[in-house]
């Protein structure tokens, strides 16, 4: 009895409905859907001469910085987030440009905050 098998092609099946346009979130959006995230009673936030934003935890070892202008020193460096580490594990920092929408960088900021515990 022969036994009829089917051979699948490399690569992705392209339909006309795989190949329709989508839309994206473009452009900085609205950055207070980043800086309402935080409180009075955890965090510092300082507004500096160039209208620059700056969040600090009170231990002083969470930061995040919004530079509508582009960070200066830097190519087009909107958001800053960075956590210190400890004697054992080393911290980290992430940078977003000025035109990352701030839902994208609001939802970093809610998952490094959500994996924080106060002490």
């Known amino acids: ?7 699948a092609q490399p690569g992705f099946a392209a339909t006309v409905e ?3 346009l ?4 473009l452009g900085p959006g609205e950055p207070t859907l980043v800086t309402d995230q935080f409180t009075d009673a955890d965090f510092k936030l300082v507004v500096d001469d160039r209208a620059d934003v700056h969040v600090n935890s009170k231990d002083g070892r969470f930061y995040l910085g919004w530079f509508p202008m582009g ?9 800053v987030i960075a956590v210190t580490g400890t004697a054992k594990v ?5 940078s977003f440009g000025t035109e990352t ?4 960088v609001a939802a970093a900021v809610a ?3 959500a994996a924080s515990q106060p002490l």
């Open 1 to 7: 009895m022969p036994v009829i098998v089917g051979v």
């Open 18 to 20: 795989a190949l329709r």
């Open 22 to 25: 989508r839309s994206w979130n």
């Open 71 to 79: 960070r200066p020193g830097t190519d087009g460096e909107g958001w």
């Open 90 to 94: 080393r911290g980290y920092r992430m």
């Open 101 to 104: 929408p701030a839902a994208v």
């Open 111 to 113: 998952q490094v905050l």
